[in-house]
């Protein structure tokens, strides 16, 4: 695969052309994905007690 047909697939993929589903909400993605960090967050300093 040579550079210039991966650029261009790459380029076809960031236009959003048949990878976006109409039912994910970028507000319900954003939001789940900021409770699962903050989740992992507060894992991470209840096994950090040492201190």
């Known amino acids: 695969m040579s550079f210039h047909s991966t650029a261009a697939q ?6 959003g052309e048949g990878g976006n589903h109409e039912s994910l909400s970028p507000y319900l993605t ?3 994905a900021l409770v699962i960090l903050l989740a992992l967050l507060w894992v991470t300093t209840r096994f950090n007690r040492d201190r």
Do not use: D, I, S
């Open 10 to 15: 790459l380029a076809t993929l960031a236009e």
């Open 30 to 32: 954003g939001g789940a």
